[in-house]
Structures are given as structure tokens and as C-alpha cells.
């Protein structure tokens, strides 16, 4: 499966951005999350949608993160409110190509867990 983000930017603090991630084949047939990773920082977890559309969201974007897939246009998305200097990172979309239910360490670290290339999200005054 190939994945492909877009969205990503500099904003203000305060501001929004939503991130989308194309996938290659159906979004109904994985697992899918949100990664982003700090430099010099291994990737984690930002929020995920598993196969029963439950969402999950690191605790330090609850509230501010929305997690949303449209399966008629193989999309999953990230819409991002009130963003902080400390959200700045590159953001990953992800797919778990094996797991029917995911939770933000194994959508970062497991081997079956298929990466897009990123974008940048930059939040600054």
C-alpha cells in the first residue's frame, strides 16, 4: 500500500491545519493512524482509527485532534485545532496492514505498519 500526505505548513500559534493521506487501495481494508516525530526523536503516535472506527489520540492532542477517514476517496485525514509550538514535527500517515485494532505504540512501531513520506507541520509566531 502506498500512502501520500499533503497539508502540511507554517501557521500561528492558535492556528488550524488538516493533514490529508491518499491511500493507494481501499482505507476500509486497514487500521490506519498519525505519527510525528521530533528531530533526533524516534516516531510516535498522534492518533488512530481502527478497522471499528474507534479512534484513539495521544493525550497531549486530545481535544485539539480529529482523526476522520472517507473511504469513497481512500482518504484519511488529521484536522488539527489550536496548534502549539510543541506540535511542530514532520507528520506520517500510517496503514497496519495485519492489525484490526491499533493503539499509538503499534501504529509507530510495528514491522507491519506501512509509512508515508511525511510533511512538515511548522507552528510559529
Known amino acids: 500500500v502506498q500512502l501520500v500526505e499533503s497539508g502540511g505548513g507554517s501557521v500561528q500559534p492558535g492556528g488550524s491545519l488538516t493533514l490529508s493521506c491518499a491511500v493507494e487501495r481501499s482505507t476500509r481494508r486497514y487500521s490506519m493512524g498519525w505519527l510525528r516525530q521530533f528531530p533526533g526523536k524516534d516516531p510516535e503516535g498522534v492518533a488512530t482509527?481502527?478497522?471499528?472506527?474507534?479512534?484513539k489520540y495521544a493525550d497531549s492532542v486530545k481535544g485539539r485532534f480529529t482523526i476522520s477517514r472517507d473511504n469513497a476517496k481512500n482518504t484519511l485525514y488529521l484536522q488539527m485545532n489550536s496548534l502549539k509550538a510543541d506540535d511542530t514535527a514532520m507528520y506520517f500517515c500510517?496503514?497496519?496492514?495485519?492489525?484490526?485494532?491499533?493503539?499509538?505504540?503499534?501504529?509507530?512501531?510495528?514491522?507491519?505498519?506501512?509509512r508515508g513520506q511525511g510533511t512538515q507541520v511548522t507552528v510559529s509566531s
Open positions: 482509527l481502527d478497522d471499528y472506527g474507534t479512534t
Open positions: 500510517a496503514a497496519d496492514r495485519v492489525r484490526r485494532v491499533v493503539t499509538l505504540s503499534s501504529i509507530a512501531t510495528a514491522r507491519e505498519v506501512v
